[in-house]
T-cell receptor
């Protein structure tokens, strides 16, 4: 199956610093990637849709200036948590879809996640 | 807006017991439906998916799910669970109008007693 990687797998940072998380599709090209956030013992919450070559689409309530998304190539999307605070500590997961003929009948493949701890 | 409800937060079963996890969604149009599994310490994996056709969908590891359109449901079943099925299970829906966005249910934690 398709493989999606994330780097780093975990990161600890000081409050006020910025953290960049990378999401790569290793064996396919992904025009669209998605970023999710998962709190302990809770479900995945979609944060934004990352589109190659254009601006990301953010879900309601997600601060686009805080969570910067860049999808510079067909295999890489990055999420930068700017001026991180302890409440940003969470598990961040990306996914990438393999389009099938441009329709919605497609499957998303998920990365292993990045655990962020802000002190 | 579409939403997904999973009724059971935590299910505890003994090995060889039958499993059914409930999932209901709210959306009146065409949907794609998914079940994902997250084993402890691992990332999400696709168990099965429904796009169209036969409403009874078979997935990996002996799991199956039935799409009942009139009930807006997509329950997950397995006739005989194993200890290795211990994991978190997420139902998810992608509505035709939402351009690939997948909305997840709150998840059901399944614990299997050996």
């Amino acid at each position: 199956g398709a493989v999606v990687s994330q780097h780093p797998s975990w990161v600890i940072c000081k409050s006020g610093t910025s953290v960049k998380i990378e999401c790569r599709s290793l064996d396919f090209q992904a025009t669209t990637m998605f970023w999710y956030r998962q709190f302990p013992k809770q479900s995945l919450m979609l944060m934004a849709t990352s589109n190659e070559g254009s601006k990301a689409t953010y879900e309601q309530g997600v601060e686009k200036d805080k969570f910067l998304i860049n999808h510079a190539s067909l295999t890489l999307s990055t999420l930068t948590v700017t001026s991180a605070h302890p409440e940003d500590s969470s598990f961040y997961i990306c996914s990438a879809r393999i389009p099938l003929g441009g329709g919605i009948q497609e499957t998303q493949y998920f990365g292993p996640g990045t655990r962020l701890l802000v002190l | 807006a579409q939403s997904v409800s999973q009724h059971n937060h935590h299910v505890i079963l003994s090995e060889a017991a039958s499993l059914e996890l409930g999932c209901n969604y709210s959306y009146g149009g065409t949907v794609n439906l998914f079940w994902y599994v997250q084993y402890p310490g691992q990332h999400l994996q696709l168990l099965l998916k429904y796009f169209s056709g036969d409403p009874l969908v078979k997935g990996i590891k002996g799991f199956e799910a039935e799409f009942i359109k009139s009930k807006f449901s997509f329950n997950l079943r397995k006739p005989s669970v194993q200890w290795s099925d211990t994991a978190e299970y997420f139902c998810a829906v992608n509505a035709e109008s939402s351009a690939s966005k997948i909305i997840f249910g709150s998840g059901t934690r399944l614990s299997i007693r050996p």
